[in-house]
């Protein structure tokens, strides 16, 4: 890989795809964490309409957003169409963002 760059990835969700995406975060979460551990994910999580009011309220999950590391943009295309969510249809992939950033503050886990 040629100099690794940082890229803020945005990936909405597809109408109606909750059940399928909570049935299948297990499968997700296992492709994540190689690379995580070798630094090409750096931050992952769902993205939300809203922040619940309530611990009681569910997650109004409505996407994905993840901090990656890559050469090119083509590279984090290519890692977004690879995952289970993307196979499966949870994610618009017509609708990906991926914006050039520079990450200057880093915090390990």
């Avoid at 690379?35 to 999950?61: Q, W």
């Amino acid at each position: 890989m040629s100099q690794a760059n940082d890229f803020l990835v945005q990936i909405p969700d597809k109408p109606d795809v909750l059940a399928t995406r909570t049935g299948n975060v297990a499968g997700h979460m296992a492709r994540l964490k190689g690379l995580i551990e070798s630094g090409t994910i750096v931050m992952s999580g769902p993205t939300l309409a809203a922040h619940p009011k309530t611990a009681d309220e569910g997650l109004p999950i409505n996407g994905s957003a993840w901090l990656v590391r890559a050469a090119s943009e083509e590279q984090v295309r290519a890692l977004v169409a690879d995952d289970i969510y993307a196979k499966l249809g949870v994610w618009d992939l017509d609708n990906v963002t991926v914006t050039p950033m520079k990450c200057v503050v880093r915090k390990p886990l």
